[in-house]
């Protein structure tokens, strides 16, 4: 237990990493505002993920049931969360506190990359910096409600309300609530006719917390692939030699496993920009950094090494085992792309003058390749029928191939070809 303890980051090694990693990553072209760092153990870096990275929320089960399922994989040695880095001002990171010196210095050198990309990606620009305020009001507001109207109540607005979380139009549209045709959850937010006053303020009460959150769902690859390119530069700069070198590698190597047919967002972005700086130089990455998410990075960077090194493949569910079907790079970007478009959200717009006419909500799938998953439908309109419109609402989508009206009036579902 000694030799563990001796191994474990204390506040003042970790004040000293910081002061080494620091100049060196400004040296190297990093620009980094201030980062308030925190050791925490390992169960409460899950809780927080289970936050989705943020210490307030607001009561949930689903949180709960992240956070059993984080405390698993962890608990089986199945996942390792090193870090959490919170986009506000200031910044907050929460590293945990087993880590070892070495790790701590990759990890803070992974965090400031981080930050850096935060500070300058164009799809942040319109980040709530002042989050945690925001969260923190939503969450007295939902505890006052549950105290006013019931738990039922509050936990079913919510449950149908998060259905609709990620249905909410460009961050940087209409400032006015529901009149882009793509934001599905401010229009019921503002048009139901059956919700109160305080029903519609937590719609937007979540409508704004999955703001903040989407331009992290559309660069995953590109944001980790960023810290990871630059914590590997930043690394070889400070020359680490022994047990540090040791363990910083095997960290590294860590990070950087690959299980076909699962995606490492590490690997495959830190080689996107890796190719990237080859044939542009620094320029070429801060400008991927400035203006691309993951589908413009994919777009504009694989190669068919990439692929191959990434052992990146095309893969079909109902084959036996993780063996890929042969395909060229051009397959494989098409793939990866359809993967990530929109975050993996597929494209869904109200069908307004419909709804104005009808009284159902009537909303539109703009088929791009992927289509609904009908078995989450059902329910999905279900619960959107019952707890926030009071009557119907139906969906135009492709269905293998053929144009489809899937509907739900709260107690029947019924999907008919068109």
Known sequence: MQRMEARMITPSTLNELVDTVWPVAEL???????????????????????????????AHWSFGKSFGRLKTAYDYRLSHIYELVINSRP??????????????????????????????????APTNRLILHQTARHARYLAAMRQEYGTERVESLIDAGLVLADFLGPVNASPVVGTDPADVIGFVARYSPVLQDWEREVLLMLRAEAQYFWPQQISKISNEGYATF?????????????????????????????????????????????????????????????????????????????????????????????????????????????????????YI????????????????????GRELDFYQLPFALAQIAQRLWGAAVQIRTIRQGAPHVARHNGTQWTDEAV
């Open 28 to 58: 190297l072209g990093l620009s980094c505002d201030h980062i308030h760092f925190e050791l925490v153990d390992g169960e409460d870096i899950q809780a927080l993920a289970s936050y989705q990275g943020l210490p307030i929320r607001y």
């Open 91 to 124: 910044y907050f990171a929460f590293i945990d506190r087993s880590s070892t010196p070495a790790q701590a210095m990759l990890i803070v050198a992974h965090v400031m990359a981080h930050v850096d990309f935060f500070g300058h990606s164009r799809l942040f």
């Open 230 to 346: 630059w914590h590997t530069r930043i690394l070889r700069h400070l020359a680490l030699t022994g047990d540090r070198l040791w363990d910083v590698a095997a960290l590294n190597a860590k990070l950087l496993e690959v299980h076909p047919p699962t995606l490492n967002p590490y690997v495959l972005g830190s080689l996107l920009y890796q190719a990237i700086y080859r044939e542009q130089g620094l320029a070429g990455v801060f400008q991927a950094r400035d203006f691309w998410d993951d589908v413009g990075l994919i777009r504009g960077a694989l190669t068919p090494e990439i692929a191959q090194t990434a052992q990146l493949g095309v893969y079909r569910e109902k084959d036996a085992g993780n063996a890929a079907v042969a395909a060229d790079v051009e397959k494989i970007r098409q793939q990866l792309i359809q993967d990530v478009e929109h975050g993996g959200v597929p």
């Open 349 to 368: 717009h109200v069908m307004e003058d419909i709804t104005k006419s009808t009284g159902e909500l009537s909303l539109w799938h703009n088929d791009d």
